[in-house]
């Protein structure tokens, strides 16, 4: 990577069904906080992972979620139960969804995902800052993903904790596009910031931390240059990324069962509706997309079964 990241810091690096875990050592007797947590199906692999991670006589004392997509705070639930005392710090945006527990609100519905109830004992507002040890966190604006997404920033060593806003590929799909709210104009301001931050490590939510952030950014502008010119295939891509994720979950499913999935899931709906219809019935469009997926080896049709590549 070209620069250490230091003992203070673990990255526990997860499959793409799940968010990296991102572990800040603190001094003696402060305990441990813990950035994002992983999918609901992996809870209890976070958990083991967590307490492996920990130092000795070190308790997680505190987490932060970036944000609330299932794959981000899955884990939440778990690690309350595991680690008494927990206190779980989420954006203030979803804060009346998680309380009242509005699965639609918080997007589980309406994509077809899973999450563990959780509560949460604070928020973490843009321009608040936490400190573990000797390293001060700040957190930043991020929406475009998700509206209401948080980065959070150590300016000292120029470590940047990225979330899906920034990947060495790319960036996560952006959400609020698929429902017809503009948030391509979001992106690009959130990359901008990061390139005036300057960081000098980036970890990201899903990947491997790297260094090289001009060409990182490079990469995601031209991305976002080609879902503006052509929102259908930011929209293609999206459902193709969800119906992944499904067969991550799954590992495999029987055709039609899978079709029936795509049927019900109320997002793919929705952006059939948008983007879909001039390609037939909104089943015809996921059989479709699920082909291309074969094709291109993200998964296989093998005896009328589709499977996870």
């Known amino acids: 990577m070209g620069l250490a990241l230091g003992a203070d810091v673990a990255v526990l690096e997860r499959g793409w069904l799940s968010s990296n875990n991102i572990l800040l050592h603190g001094r003696d007797g402060e305990g441990a906080l813990l950035v994002d947590t992983g999918y609901v199906t992996h809870a209890v692999q976070t958990v083991a992972l967590v307490r492996h991670a920990l130092r000795p006589g070190e308790a997680l004392a505190r987490i ?62 843009a321009g608040e800052s936490f400190t573990v040890g000797s390293r001060t966190w700040t957190a930043h604006a991020a929406p475009g993903h998700d509206p209401h997404s948080l980065v959070l920033f150590d300016a000292h060593d120029g470590v940047l904790i990225s979330a899906d806003a920034l990947w060495a590929n790319g ?18 301001v959130v990359l901008d910031e990061i390139e005036r931050m300057a960081p000098r ?30 929102p259908s295939r930011h929209a293609r891509h999206a459902i193709k990324v969800l119906i992944k994720y499904h067969l991550l979950e799954e ?59």
């Open 171 to 188: 960036f996560g799909v952006v959400f609020p596009e698929l429902d017809g709210e503009s948030a391509f104009d979001d992106v690009a």
């Open 64 to 125: 932060v979620n970036t944000h609330l997509h299932s794959d981000h705070c899955g884990g939440n639930a778990a690690l309350q139960r595991e680690f008494a005392g927990l206190h779980l710090v989420i954006p203030p945006g979803d804060a009346g969804a998680v309380s009242r527990w509005d699965e639609d609100a918080l997007s589980y519905r309406a994509t077809g995902q899973r999450c563990e109830r959780f509560r949460h004992n604070g928020l973490l507002r």
């Open 251 to 309: 590992r495999a499913q029987p055709w039609p069962d899978l079709l029936a999935w795509c049927g019900r899931t109320p997002l793919l709906a929705r952006v059939w509706q948008r983007c879909g219809r001039a390609d037939g019935s909104a089943v015809a469009w996921c059989e479709r997309l699920v082909g291309e997926l074969v094709g291109g080896g993200a998964l296989a049709l093998r005896d009328g079964t589709v499977h996870d590549a």
């Open 201 to 230: 490590l980036v970890i990201p939510g899903h990947g491997s931390p790297f260094t090289d952030v001009a060409e990182a950014l490079g990469r995601a502008r031209s991305r976002l240059a080609s879902f503006v010119a052509e």
